[in-house]
């Protein structure tokens, strides 16, 4: 098992800085994932780990050794690629054992080792097979097997789910936590999608235009987003605009909106008189049936409902004038036109500065 | 101390290659430099030493340039029953003579082109497809022997002139000398422009033109103002390659007996001298003008023929092309005058396959079908040594442009250092530098100081230069081939190998070749025919020593020998007979294999 450290990385496309002094330490065993929106960066990083850009800036160790000016075959790094790369000329036994002849093991050892990552992934039968002849799920799984069999000291994966269907997603997506359990070896996971990120993570770093702007465990970054870009961009959201006017002995701020006044908490410390962005969660929003008045409690008119799924979704207009989306869990019907009352736990009203401040 | 630049971009190479790699594009490099960079340099600096204000003075007097002109622009003459009017040019000079027969051939060849072109790539008309292929036919390599069968058609006593006599028309024609040369070339060569022109329409995004129209330009406006303009540097390419192989033609100028022009001057001052110091300067400034104005050419449109360009031609049109119905004016235009110029530009081919079959062709017809001129060959020494001769020379060649090409278009494909565009250049230049300058650099090079006597000594031992000229001249085709397969080939599959612990030229020979091994055979294909038919230092160096010298240099003996008609003509027809039939199977294969509208392209 080892460890994977990047020291202030920054890498130039040109005159363009596509990432921007990223640090982050991997701790050995675990699934770290980069996180974050199309061309942030996320599979430059990767590829820097593993030795096919040079960074300008910066430093990557592997296992505590200085790896930056590496090449990629003196690394023993393991990466399955968004697209597979699966050698098309090559069966799946001869696509799995080029590592190893690579490596120079015998034939003996080489079928053997094939062997396993073939019994490992469910590949028993396929060796004769050609990349094209297998479907998606099955040339993920070869890509996967071709980069374990080598006992890489890293594994990298660049969003291997992207060309799947979302059924196999879901379900490869928790083979691969599976089978890195098994095999503990370090880990890391580019994606975009904050929903695989959560199920698979045992960390986040969630990158925004090459830099890095926040790294936790999945519930850490969840529940409290360093900024406005990273609590819009995990689950959906409402962000509005508004004045502090208070602050309450408890630490809660008071945020006047519009005219609408939500008390809600911040990582940050703000000052009255700031203008600042509140970021409400939909599915962070209670119907309440009764008629009480509290704070936090809001009404507003249903302008437009839909059935998502698990919820509906209303769009509610507000009494100052805003529309805020949420999600109502355990009701059936809802009428557009209807009044509805809904409260919101001040722990869950995010307040962050407007001037956008980025935290690492 | 290396100026850091340098040190930068080698140190960013040695990153990015490995070991073998570096090696083999060493390698590469120094064949270039030997071959090609350095002998060029010779040449351009051989005249500093004995030039004079004398050799000057004289280059601008007879017979470099004649001032009053001599002979007659046109003889007429009365010849009782009819008229004979002989179309001849006047004679202006070596110099003078060449630029106004490339000049001339230029302009005639783009006319043709760009119009064969624009109709085959903007109408749909019965027989299109037809003409696209026959197009191809006079681009077929017939070395020496169709310029005879253009001399055999429209020269003295020619098959015109013996038609017109027998309709009794009461007047004929000749067209010969500077003017047969003329025509012969534009024959020879408009299918380039035509090529290169057909595959820049074929590029040309549709919506701009539909833009055009939309706008109120129709017909010949929307063909001047956009349509042209848009496929302009495909016709400036195609036109570039027409005046500098005209410029370095031997066989035209040979059948129709002009004895003034660059590239006679050169070999007749090669082929007649035993050693090098015997070679005049001026015949020197003279291949040195043929590889500056040919050079020239070449930067002006460089972009054009780079391998990353040929890379985005051959996969042919990204969009559907435009094409339409022709009015009845057109239709008269493709019938009558589109159809009859390709097949009229057919005729040296034709002509060569009748010498090839027949037992003599003196008067108009000729008689006597026969296969002996084939049985012939077979009993000749010439020819069988110069066959052998030219199959090893090709074979070693193939051997090293395989390599050469495959590092090239690999480096250029794959590496980002700066200096990779000068890569790129000097990989495609041999298609347009002239043969001929090439060929007396390398008899200036390696005939003096510690090369002279040595086993690269041209005197005494062309063979080794020759089998290496051929792999510096006709690699290109093979390197444009390799290249546009690496294109096909996703980048992320070579560093899947690299990241399973496979270094570059590990992941080039196990993954790269595989994947791309038709490429680099079709293009070797194309490359070893192009051997096989080259001709300028094929002639240039093997009068050195005819024991050594490559089939190409059979055939301009026995098409000199056999001048007027005798039975060597026959001999040398059935020889590149043969030749075609070889460039036939070849471009097939190729064609076929590579999936390529154009393997021809540029040629
Ligand atoms: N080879 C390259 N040349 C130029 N720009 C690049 C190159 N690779 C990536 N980029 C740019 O760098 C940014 C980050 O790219 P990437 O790391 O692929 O993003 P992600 O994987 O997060 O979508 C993008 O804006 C992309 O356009
Ligand atoms: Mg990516």
């Known amino acids: 098992m080892a460890e994977v450290r990047l020291e202030g990385v920054s890498k130039y496309f040109g005159r363009f800085k596509a990432l921007d002094r990223v640090s982050f330490t991997v701790k050995p065993g675990e699934i770290f994932t980069l996180l974050g929106p199309s061309g942030c960066g996320k599979t430059t990083t990767l590829r820097v780990i593993a030795g096919f850009e040079i960074p300008e800036e910066g430093r990557v160790y592997i296992d505590g050794v200085d790896v930056t000016f590496k090449k990629p075959y003196e690394r023993n790094t393991a990466m399955v690629f968004q697209n597979y790369a699966l050698w098309p000329h090559m069966t799946v036994f001869d696509n799995i054992a080029y590592g190893l002849k690579v490596r120079g093991y015998s034939r003996e050892e080489i079928r053997k080792r094939v062997s396993w990552a073939l019994e490992l992934l469910g590949l028993k039968g396929l060796e004769n097979r050609y990349p094209l002849q297998l479907s998606g799920g099955q040339q993920q799984r070869v890509a996967l097997a071709r980069a374990i069999v080598v006992e890489p000291k890293v594994l990298l994966f660049d969003e291997p789910l992207s060309n799947l269907d979302a059924r196999l997603r879901i379900r490869v997506r928790e083979e691969i936590v599976l089978l890195q359990r098994k095999l503990r070896i370090t880990t890391i996971y580019v994606t975009h999608d904050q929903e695989e990120a959560m199920s698979i993570s045992d960390r986040i770093a969630v990158m925004d235009r090459g830099r890095i702007v926040q790294i936790g465990t999945p519930w850490e970054v969840y529940s409290n987003p360093a900024n406005v870009f990273i609590a819009t961009f995990m689950g959906r959201s409402n962000v509005l605009e508004g004045v502090v006017v208070g602050r309450e002995a408890n630490g809660l701020y008071i945020v006047d909106i519009n005219g609408l006044r939500v008390y809600g908490t911040s990582r940050e410390s703000l000052g009255e008189g700031d203008r600042v962005k509140v970021v409400i969660r939909n599915e962070d929003a209670e119907l309440l049936e009764e008629d009480r008045t509290s704070p936090n409690v809001v009404e507003g008119k249903v302008v437009r409902a839909s059935l998502i799924g698990f919820a509906i979704q209303a769009r509610l207009l507000l009494d100052n004038g805003e529309i805020i989306a949420i999600y109502l869990k355990n009701k059936t019907t809802i009428n557009e036109g209807e009044k509805l009352r809904i409260y919101i736990s001040p722990e869950d009203v995010k307040i962050y500065k407007s001037l956008e401040t980025v935290e690492v | ?603």
């Open chain 2, 1 to 603: 101390m290396v100026p850091p630049s340098i040190r930068r971009i080698t140190g960013a190479l040695v990153f990015q290659l490995d070991t073998p790699l570096t090696l083999l594009l060493l390698l590469s490099l120094t064949i270039f430099s030997a071959i090609l960079v350095i002998p060029l340099a010779s040449l351009l600096a051989k005249p500093a030493t004995g030039i004079s204000m004398d050799v000057v003075r004289g280059l601008l007097e007879y017979p470099y340039v004649a001032w009053p002109p001599l002979g007659e622009w046109v003889i007429s003459v009365d010849r009782g029953d009819h008229k004979l009017v002989i179309l001849r040019f006047k004679d202006m000079g070596i110099i003078p003579n060449t630029l106004i027969i490339a000049f001339s051939v230029t302009v005639l060849a783009t006319l043709i082109g760009v119009l064969v072109a624009y109709v085959s790539a903007r109408y749909e008309f019965p027989g299109r497809a037809l003409l696209r292929i026959l197009s191809l036919v006079p681009l077929l390599y017939t070395p020496f022997v169709n310029a005879f069968v253009a001399y055999k058609i429209f020269g003295d006593n020619g098959i015109l002139y013996n038609a017109m006599i027998w309709f009794n028309l009461g007047y004929a024609l000749e067209i010969t000398y500077i003017a047969g040369v003329i025509l012969a070339q534009t024959m020879m060569f408009w299918p380039i422009v035509y090529l290169n022109t057909l595959a820049a329409l074929l590029q040309v995004d549709p919506s701009l033109e539909e833009q055009a129209e939309n706008m109120g330009a129709r017909g010949f406006r929307l063909f001047r103002s956009v349509t042209l303009p848009l496929s302009l540097p495909g016709v400036a390419a195609g036109a570039g390659l027409v005046f500098i192989f005209s410029m370095e033609d031997l066989a035209a100028p040979i059948a129709f007996k002009v004895d003034r022009v660059v590239s006679r001057e050169i070999v007749r001052a090669i082929v007649g001298s035993r050693d090098i110091e015997a070679l005049s300067v001026e015949v020197v400034i003279l291949a040195g003008l043929l590889l500056v104005s040919a050079l020239l050419w070449f930067i002006a449109v460089k972009q054009y023929v780079s391998l990353r360009q040929y890379a985005m031609i051959v996969r042919g049109g990204r969009w559907k092309p435009r094409v339409t119905r022709p009015g009845l004016p057109m239709y008269i235009v493709i019938y009558l005058a589109v159809f009859p110029l390709v097949v009229f530009s057919m005729l040296p081919q034709l002509g060569v396959l009748v010498y090839a079959f027949s037992g003599s062709w003196l008067g108009v017809l000729p008689s006597g079908f026969t296969l002996d001129h084939f049985r012939e060959l077979l009993r000749d020494p010439n020819v069988i040594s110069g066959l052998r001769n030219s199959v090893i020379y090709s074979t070693i060649a193939i051997t090293l442009i395989v390599v050469i090409s495959t590092t090239i278009a690999y480096v250029v494909s794959r590496v980002r250092v700066i200096g990779v565009g000068v890569l790129d250049l000097l990989a495609t230049s041999p298609l347009a530098i002239p043969g001929l300058s090439i060929a007396l650099g390398l008899v200036i090079l390696y005939s003096i100081g510690p090369f002279k006597g040595s086993f690269l000594d041209p005197f005494s031992n062309p063979a080794v230069l020759i089998a290496l000229a051929y792999s510096v001249r006709k690699g290109p085709f093979t390197t444009r081939a390799v290249y546009a397969g690496l294109q096909q080939v996703h980048q992320a599959l070579e560093e899947a190998g690299m990241n399973m612990g496979a270094s570059r030229s590990r992941v080039l020979f196990t993954i790269v070749l595989p994947l791309i091994g038709l490429n680099v055979m079709a293009g070797a294909i194309v490359s070893f025919v192009y051997c096989m038919t080259e001709v300028s230092t094929s002639i240039v160096l093997g009068a050195l020593n005819p024991a050594q010298a490559p089939i190409t240099y059979v055939i301009y003996e026995y098409v000199t020998a056999g001048y007027g008609g005798g039975a060597f003509i026959h001999l040398a027809a059935a020889i590149v007979t043969l030749i075609m039939v070889l460039q036939v199977i070849a471009i097939t294969i190729s064609n076929y294999i590579l999936k390529f509208r154009y393997a021809f392209l540029g040629v």
